[in-house]
């Protein structure tokens, strides 16, 4: 873990919860021992000045600077199992997606809604991991020709597009069973990998967020 995340910073914190069983029962931190801690704005370091049964004390030494240079990528994806989702979020944050827009599509599944507060707990756990800076944006659109509407350049990831090798910002992935024949009248900027093998959702997300950002 590169860092551990708090809200609210001051010179002097208490640190509870999932952090404090981290530090001290995961990765035995002792009194005297520094640790970084950010907001996601600013990031410090801190030093243990005490451990109780349930907390722990920091005291602020210094601010540390960090550049971040991501590039901008903004992954639309057709609606997949809530499940899957979550299974794949912290890999595609890892890679350096700043915004997924989840799509409802032809053939998204099932009628649900992502918890925000469980999907920024994964996030925020990631970029603990990783030490990313910044949080992954996430939005919601109600079909493919709205999202294309917004975003008409978006490559769309299909069977029989052109093979593609230069930096692009937008994408869109399909769900499990694909786009429909109605979705595919849409597209303009198709584009595909050379490999004859169907990726799953998931693994396909992943994929093209590789090809833009890696």
Known sequence: MQFIYEENLSPFLTITGDNYKYLIKVRRFNVGDIINVTDFNKLYSYKITNITKKEVSLSQIEELKIEQNLKPFHLGWCKIDIK????????????????????????????????????????????????????????????????????PDA?????????????????????????????RELFKNRFSFDTPLILRSESAAVAVASKALL
Do not use: H, W
């Open 84 to 151: 899957n989702i979550e299974k794949i979020l912290p890999s595609l944050n890892e890679i350096g997606v700043t915004k997924i827009t989840f799509i409802e599509c032809d053939r998204s599944q099932g009628n649900f809604k992502l918890k925000m507060d469980r999907i920024n707990k994964i996030l925020i756990n990631s970029n603990q991991q990783c030490g990313r800076m910044d949080l992954m944006q996430i939005d919601f659109c109600d079909s493919l020709d709205e999202f294309l509407s917004k975003y």
């Open 155 to 183: 490559k769309v990831f299909d069977f029989g597009g052109e093979k593609i090798d230069s930096y692009f910002d937008v994408a869109i992935v399909g769900c499990e069973g694909g786009f429909s024949d109605r979705e």
